[in-house]
């Protein structure tokens, strides 16, 4: 008789036992195959979430060294200026070149202009004149909004963390010319869509202390409506929040109009015009994994002064929408390995009372002259096939179980409806900056792959055949003769 034969015949009589390693192998199988199949979801969604946020790093002037910071005396005012390394075109170009660096953005890059529009009403509305804030100057400060300043819409900070999204048109492009996306709120205060125009205007008052505080530096700037932006947060307010500081004053304008307003300005300037250069940059890179060997490249070169500059990784957003999706990746592992573990030490513990029970057997195959690794052989057959039907169960009721694990992990790792997504904050008191601080909405589309699968199939196939070896060693330890007269 076959030892194939013989392993059929042995697993159909000892169907109790037969019918327990089943079921144990399937279990098994089930959740080892459910904890890959989440933790690879959850992968998935990491990657997603790289690319969306574009990690990178920062470059920024450093203004909290008083070495970078010069105090003048300009237009009968004192101010601070920083003095420090600049951050031009040319360095920006040079950080471009660097291997790994994909793109970049300008988040803090914006100049204050005037406009007729109808703004929501800040602390200016209700600012009344006195000793040291003139009339005229109230007026101006009313009208006054951000104009930031847009090189690829889509990379913009706000919009790649989801702070803001296009709700109408389309966002801002590379060779955008005097065009603009403003938000609803503004759009639907003054009556206006996609394809309008508004005008804006640089005002002497906002920049120098005169007494022509309404005079227009240059010639007001027409710009074309391509967006409106939708705001998803709330951004909370008090009695002396200007209209500036509300986002949804605010518009965001093309690097030409950007650089045509700076133009304007430092040719009306009256004294020294000081050009800070940018304040700060944001590059990405296109492996979150090479951005410390890129500002370490980049640190390295003698023709990108960086000794002065702020330099650190940007990857704030990304870990806040992260976090959730790393949790449940780092619990599927750990299930994976509880998983694992079981399977191989439960599989071995009952492979090697099996032997023992069976050594009665052994000794009579061995009695009538049949090789020792025949027997094991056979072993490992009986094993392997209990295995292979178990697998097939398990592949089978993995798909339903998968999907009810991962709604499950979805409802327990969503973000806390108290907590905020953004926190908006304002910078100096007057720019509206917005973070993210928690996740969105967890989504895990998990599902069973082929990949993994096959991954469950050599693992369970390679622990059986281990178990089943392990456990033999007595077997080929112990001579036939002291196997026989120990029976």
Known sequence: MSIWKRAVLYLTRKKGRTILLFLYMAVMAVFILTAFSLKNAAEKELVKLRETFGTGFVLKIDTENPANVTVVEENGTIDSMYTGTKITDEMIQKILELDGVINYTLPREFNIVWTDLKLRPGGWAKAEPDDVITEEYIKIAQQEILAYSCTDGKLGKNFSTGALEISEGRNLQIGDRFQTVISEELAERNGLSVGDAITVEIKEGTYLPTKEYQKTWGNPIQLEIVGLFHMNFTQQYADWTSESA??????????????????????????????????????????????????????????????????????????????????????????????????????????????????????????????????????????????????????????????????????????????????????????????????????????????????????????????????????????????????
């Open 246 to 487: 509300y986002m949804e004053n605010n518009i965001y304008v093309d690097q030409e109009t950007h650089k045509l307003i700076d133009q304007i300005i430092e040719d009306n300037w009256v004294g020294e015009f000081y050009d800070v250069g940018y304040p700060e940059v944001i590059f990405f890179v296109d492996d979150p994994k090479k951005t410390d060997a890129i500002i370490q490249e980049m640190k390295e070169r003698e023709d990108i002064p960086t000794d002065s500059l702020t330099v650190y990784p940007d990857q704030t957003a990304y870990e806040a929408s992260a976090k959730p999706y790393s949790l449940i990746r780092m619990f599927s592992m750990m299930l994976s390995v509880i998983g694992i573990a079981g399977v191989g030490i439960i599989l071995y513990l009952l492979m090697k009372l099996t032997v023992r029970r069976r050594m009665y057997e052994v000794g009579i195959l061995l009695s009538i002259g049949m090789k020792k690794r025949t027997i094991v052989g056979q072993m490992l057959i009986e094993c392997l096939a209990v295995s292979a039907a178990a697998l097939v169960l398990a592949i089978l009721l993995s798909g339903p179980l998968v999907s009810v694990c991962s709604q499950a992990a979805e409802r327990l790792a969503e973000p806390d409806a108290k907590e905020e997504t953004y926190r908006v904050t304002l910078r100096n008191g007057m720019y509206p900056e917005m973070d993210k601080i928690s996740s969105d909405e967890v989504v895990i589309s998990g599902e069973v792959t082929p990949e993994t699968v096959m991954f469950l199939i050599v693992l369970v196939s390679g622990i059986s055949a281990a178990s089943i070896f392990l456990a033999s060693i007595s077997i080929f330890e112990t001579e036939p003769k002291k196997l026989l007269q120990s029976m």
